[in-house]
């Protein structure tokens, strides 16, 4: 999950922006470190060989300097800033091969959620994608908030109950990588860990098909299970029946997912399904 | 009759709160007991509870701060360790455990260790700088300090009976909502900020109003020695951004309490509309806490450099800089909500901005040493710690402020390594500072040297090797607040960040050992001129500790570094100060008012914490009668005859003239 081992062109420049600002910075910041120990360590008070000014306290040139030295590194890391924003937005488009795959994903108490609304398919904590594609996501939450976060493809971003984020993101090469939900969201959040399968373009379709057969239906009924607070250890895989399904979870048409209850008197609740270990 | 409480609010299943709140209040039942078996009870009631003396108000705030680290040092050692163990285990904290502490170990440090710490530090010193007798609200002064102890005690309280919230220092909705935290823990959260709220509020309006309006002859604004200045700023904030608070978390209450639809995900509730707010007050905050902390450093290192401060007006102005603009960069918390390109590199190129004035006063600080003769007493050690570690800690949050890097950033361990980098390194590392700095003051004897290096250098090292590690896990991809988690590559550095926290630890006992042992020798370490590190503003122109009216006379400023004038003219005249005409001094009386009035809010805010609405209404009116019976009072002041003025003010005298007639050339 390494930040600096980017697997995709977003991540690739998300990195490449860090580092270069670290750079950019450094070139200021360790010559001021450098400074400070050598003029605190050159002006004690033991060292008979420094010189006492005691009317040194102000002097315009070096005010000057030193305004403009981080002003200018501001400047500099502004331009960076600006352009980084729009180039990187989540919502940007990321050319890839072959045509943009739509992945729908639902934050749940504590698993997630991704339906492939054109493949009819949908799959909880395991995200499989093919490599080189344009991956466009919708995101929204179920309950509380999430961040749907990638770390070696990029760009992190919210999900909300009743609201509906997007994030563009690609995959480069084929293998294993991880993701994680990045926002605080109750007793299960350990557990929003999810695996993603970067596969060839040519074996995503078998996969598909392979996971349009399962036996498991996605729908309101099944849904509403699922949204139950509680961890699922398992990587079930469904059939999707209506391709609809996200909006209404976005929508709140299905309404959002339940607390968890209240064990005796009050005043400490346990969590939902009692597995949140 | 009891609302939601019954037997099930106390934890019997869980030893460690148990016990921990079993031995914390054998020790505060051990204490009352000596008091009272001791007879100190009057003492404690006259000299400290009811006392309007803004120096023991100070010395209060900075007492309730130091027990409050304890209690937010062993949350943070617990948390440590739990990620050092829990490597695809549970570790030996459950979630509903684990959430509790980080929960509150964020909000105890933040709003009853830090906060707590700087306002004690500056009603301390700024009347002093400003050479006046007391702050503008004296009254009003103890009653925000005990509204803080109370907010202190609620949370304390959650320990024990009930839970504390589960949701973060900040708790979002709608998981701090009813739907998702139908426990009490919210509540607690909630009504224990909005007590020690007003609490700060009211120390932030009676701050301000101290400085712009009591100020002594001759001290102009741009007179002003640079912590008054600081407190200025820091304290037009508090005024400005905690309404904010207060009206957020209301508004939680009102969803809580009342079915509202603020923050739900039902009825048309935003929850972005939460965030917004409540980063509207967070990151004014922040500032809050680091100006106070930035007038100290300016303070110790012009001392201990034996020069005035370099740049004096450019750190004014790159202080109140800094006071407007912290104002206008709150979205960066949340650049990963998807708002526009736009918003997100506007925010973030105003949040670079701050750190145009805050590099301004690090070099400043630099220059101020240039040329000096740096005497490397305590003080001075935390301070030259602070100006490289701080430079680290703005170094990553610029970087932060690059969106697309927070893209990849936000939330993880590199987020929390860099607050906590500026938040040790910079407000910590300065209340530390401030505390051995102006201790000689307001107790009258200095703080051993040699633990109080020791104390410098564990807690320094402890801190890189606690929080360098967390840097490393963030850019490996960790998220904060985990559990429990499976990645081998994080382990590692989990495990060097716990031995860091041991680290830090020691510094900490260093700490206690100095306090310790210099109560022990105070007599060695007396400090007889009031003038112990050779200052330069007036807090050290008074006795220390100051007698309760601060000054005999008001002293007269002609120019910056008012004391250090005063000094060297008296070098060439003698210290000419006797002249005759002491005069009656009127002083606030001491008043209860504050004490009963926390009284009765404690237990307001404990009933509605467990919805008995009968003693809410009790306390509520409690309180409200406290404030009328003060409102109505006959006498508030009392006076001190000028006799006593100057027996006091000539014993002072005594030792000051010693002092100059020993001092050599300046």
């Known amino acids: ?277 | 009759m009891l609302g939601k409480l019954d037997w099930s609010a106390i934890p019997f299943d869980q030893p460690i709160p148990l016990v921990a709140g079993a031995v914390v209040l054998v020790a505060i039942l051990g204490v009352l007991f000596w008091v009272v078996v001791k007879g100190h009870l009057p003492y404690l009631w006259d000299e400290w509870i009811t006392s309007v003396d803004h120096k023991r108000i100070g010395v209060m705030y900075i007492l309730l701060a130091s027990v409050m680290l304890l209690r937010g040092g062993s949350d943070a050692i617990m948390m440590r360790i739990q990620q050092a163990v829990a490597y695809q285990s549970q570790g030996y904290l459950p979630p509903e455990h684990y959430n509790q502490i980080f929960s509150a170990h964020g909000t105890i440090m933040i709003f009853f260790v830090a906060m707590p710490f700087v306002i004690g530090l500056m009603n301390l010193v700024v009347p002093l700088q400003l050479g006046v007798r007391d702050v503008a609200f004296p009254t009003l002064n103890s009653v925000g300090f005990w509204l803080t102890a109370t907010g202190a005690l609620l949370v304390n309280i959650s320990l024990v009976v009930g839970e504390f919230a589960r949701t973060g220092w900040l708790a979002f909705p709608p998981l701090s909502g009813l739907s998702y935290s139908p426990g009490v823990g919210v509540d607690y959260y909630a009504w224990s900020l909005q007590i020690s709220g007003v609490g700060t509020l009211v120390a932030g309006i009676n701050l301000v109003t101290t400085v712009l309006k009591l100020r002594t002859k001759g001290m102009n604004y741009l007179r002003m020695p640079m912590f008054c200045w600081t407190t200025l700023a820091s304290n037009l904030l508090i005024v400005a951004a905690f309404p904010i608070l207060t009206a957020t978390l209301a508004m939680l209450l009102l969803d809580r309490y009342l079915g509202f639809h603020f923050f739900t995900n039902e009825a048309g509730g935003n929850v972005m509309m939460f965030m917004n707010l409540i980063w509207a007050w967070g990151h004014p905050e922040v500032y809050i806490l680091v100006l106070p902390a930035f007038g100290i450093f300016s303070e110790v290192v012009s001392t201990f450099s034996g020069k005035a401060l370099f740049g004096y007006r450019s750190m004014v102005l790159a202080t109140m800089a800094i006071c407007v603009v912290s104002f206008m960069v709150w979205l960066h918390h949340f650049f990963t909500m998807g708002a526009g390109p736009d918003v997100n590199a506007i925010f973030g190129i105003a949040s670079m901005i701050i750190a145009i004035p805050t590099g301004v006063k690090i070099y400043n600080w630099l220059f101020t040493m240039y040329g000096g003769r740096i005497r490397f007493a305590t003080p001075m050690l935390w301070s030259v710690g602070f100006m490289v570690t701080f430079i680290i800690g703005g170094l990553t949050g610029v970087l932060v402020a690059v969106p697309p890097a927070d893209f990849m950033l936000h939330n993880s361990m590199f987020l929390v390594a860099h607050f906590h980098n500026v938040i040790i390194g910079g407000v910590l590392f300065g209340a530390f500072a401030g505390f051995e700095y102006w201790f000689p003051k307001a107790f009258g004897f200095r703080l051993d040297e040699r633990w109080g290096k020791a104390a410098f250098w564990f807690t320094f090292t402890g801190f890189y090797v606690t929080f360098m590690p967390l840097y490393i896990a963030g850019m490996l991809g960790m998220t904060r607040r985990l559990q429990h988690y499976d990645v081998a590559a994080w382990r590692p550095w989990m495990i060097v960040a716990a031995f860091g926290m041991a680290v830090l630890s020691i510094g900490v006992i260093c700490q206690i050992m100095q306090l310790v042992v210099s109560i022990r020798n105070r007599e060695a370490l007396r400090d007889r001129t009031g003038d112990p590190w050779d200052g330069r503003s007036l807090e050290w122109a008074t006795s220390s500790p100051p007698p309760v009216f601060n000054f005999a006379f008001h002293p007269d400023v002609r120019g910056e570094d008012a004391y250090w004038d005063m000094k060297t003219r008296a070098q060439q005249q003698s210290f000419d100060h006797d002249v005759p005409g002491y005069q009656d001094i009127e002083m606030p009386r001491n008043s209860p008012t504050g004490f009963i009035c926390a009284f009765f809010a404690s237990i307001m805010g404990f009933a509605l914490i467990w919805h008995i609405w009968w003693m809410v209404i009790l306390g509520g009116i409690g309180a409200f009668a406290t404030f009328v019976v003060f409102a109505w009072r006959d006498h508030d002041e009392y006076v001190i005859p000028a006799e006593e003025v100057a027996r006091i003010d000539r014993i002072n005298l005594e030792e000051r003239r010693s002092l100059v007639s020993m001092a050599g050339a300046v």
Do not use: C
């Not at chain 1, 030193?66 to 919502?91: M, N, Y």
């Open chain 1, 1 to 277: 999950m390494n930040l600096l081992d980017p697997q995709g062109p977003v991540a690739a420049a998300n990195s490449t922006i860090l580092v270069d600002s670290i750079f950019i910075m450094l070139v200021i910041v360790v010559p001021t470190i450098v400074a400070i120990l050598a003029f605190a360590f050159w002006f004690r008070a033991s060292n008979t060989k420094a010189r006492f000014q005691p009317g040194f306290v102000y002097s315009g040139r070096v005010e000057m300097v030193v305004w403009s030295i981080p002003a200018l590194t501001v400047i500099l890391l502004g331009g960076v800033a600006w352009i980084g924003s729009h180039q990187l937005d989540p919502a940007a488009p990321v050319p890839g091969t072959g045509s943009p795959l739509r992945i729908q994903a639902v934050s749940l108490d504590w698993k997630w959620l991704f339906i492939y609304p054109d493949q009819r398919i949908a799959t909880v904590n395991t995200l499989t994608v093919p490599a080189g594609a344009e991956l466009n996501f919708q995101l929204t939450s179920s309950s509380v908030m999430n961040t749907f976060f990638i770390p070696q493809l990029g760009s992190m971003i919210y999900t909300m109950n009743g609201m509906v984020t997007r994030l563009n993101l690609r995959a480069d090469n084929e293998g294993k990588l991880q993701g994680l939900s990045a926002h605080f969201s109750g007793d299960g959040f350990p557990h929003m860990m999810f695996d993603v399968n970067v596969v060839s373009p040519l074996a995503f379709p078998d996969w598909v098909a392979a996971t349009a057969k399962s036996d498991a239906v996605l729908n309101e009924d099944t849904y509403t299970k699922l949204k139950q607070q509680g961890i699922e250890r398992g990587r079930p895989t469904y059939r999707l029946e209506d391709p609809r399904l996200f909006d209404l979870i976005a929508t709140q048409h299905i309404p959002p997912g339940p607390g968890p209850e209240l064990a005796s008197g009050a005043g400490r609740p346990h969590s939902g399904g009692h597995d949140a270990r």
